[in-house]
T-cell receptor, first 118, second 110 residues
Framework: DTGVSQDPRHKITKRGQNVTFRCDPI?????LYWYRQTLGQGPEFLTY????????KSRLLSDRFSAERPKGSFSTLEIQRTEQGDSAMYLC????????????????FGQGTRLTVV | AQRVTQPEKLLSVFKGAPVELKCNYS??????LFWYVQYSRQRLQLLLR??SRESIKGFTADLNKGETSFHLKKPFAQEEDSAMYYC????????????FGSGTRLQVQP
């Protein structure tokens, strides 16, 4: 499968624990996005990277959240001191940018990591 | 700030009936609009984008800037169209991350 892959697929953790998720984008894509999806809602933007630079963070991303994309390849999303409200599906997506138009290619999504905080 | 509204949580139709999934947006610039679909136990995938102006799996969507709408239509629904459909907007500047609506579940009954 050459699409976007995310690991783990499911994570159950106790409140207060730290968790880390990994996303491997499509190899030639230079843009990588993290979204969060809760029940009955569409995905909500959290943050995005262009290559290794984190260019924007949503106000949804509290200080307990940190994301990295070392070397512009895979990315990690860490949540410290998890709370029950962090329970959600965390989605990663990648895309590329057309250099001539500045427009994005289609965004390809991973299957997500479902986090349950108990 | 941009916003995408999908007023229907659930749309149930019979096979062969026409389908229209509604999407309205608010954005001051010239956005790009998309429809994404999620079939059961599968990942979110692009169905169509307005700049392509093509029909995918019999679905079409026209961007109406006057009404700020991007409704998804299909003349004859098939059972395999049953899925969750999300309308999404990408701004014309900046991060170009997608803003999604809350989704509409389409159920096509035999």
């Amino acid at each position: 499968d050459t699409g976007v892959s995310q690991d783990p697929r499911h994570k159950i953790t106790k409140r207060g624990q730290n968790v880390t998720f990994r996303c491997d984008p499509i190899s030639e894509h230079n843009r990588l996005y993290w979204y969060r999806q809760t029940l009955g809602q569409g995905p909500e933007f959290l943050t995005y990277f262009q290559n290794e630079a984190q260019l924007e963070k949503s106000r949804l991303l509290s200080d307990r959240f940190s994301a990295e994309r070392p070397k512009g390849s895979f990315s990690t999303l860490e949540i410290q001191r998890t709370e029950q409200g962090d329970s959600a599906m965390y989605l990663c997506a990648s895309s590329s940018i057309y250099t001539l138009t500045g427009k994005n290619t289609e965004a390809f999504f991973g299957q997500g990591t479902r986090l349950t905080v108990v | 700030a941009q916003r995408v509204t999908q007023p229907e949580k659930l749309l149930s139709v019979f096979k062969g009936a026409p389908v229209e999934l509604k999407c309205n947006y608010s954005y001051s610039g010239s956005p790009e609009l998309f429809w994404y679909v999620q079939y059961s136990r599968q990942r979110l995938q692009l169905l169509l984008r307005h700049i392509s102006r093509e029909s995918i799996k019999g679905f079409t969507a026209d961007l109406n800037k006057g009404e700020t709408s991007f409704h998804l239509k299909k003349p004859f629904a098939q059972e395999e169209d049953s899925a969750m459909y999300y309308c999404a907007l990408s701004p014309d500047t900046g991060r170009r991350a997608l803003t999604f609506g809350s989704g509409t579940r389409l159920q096509v009954q035999p």
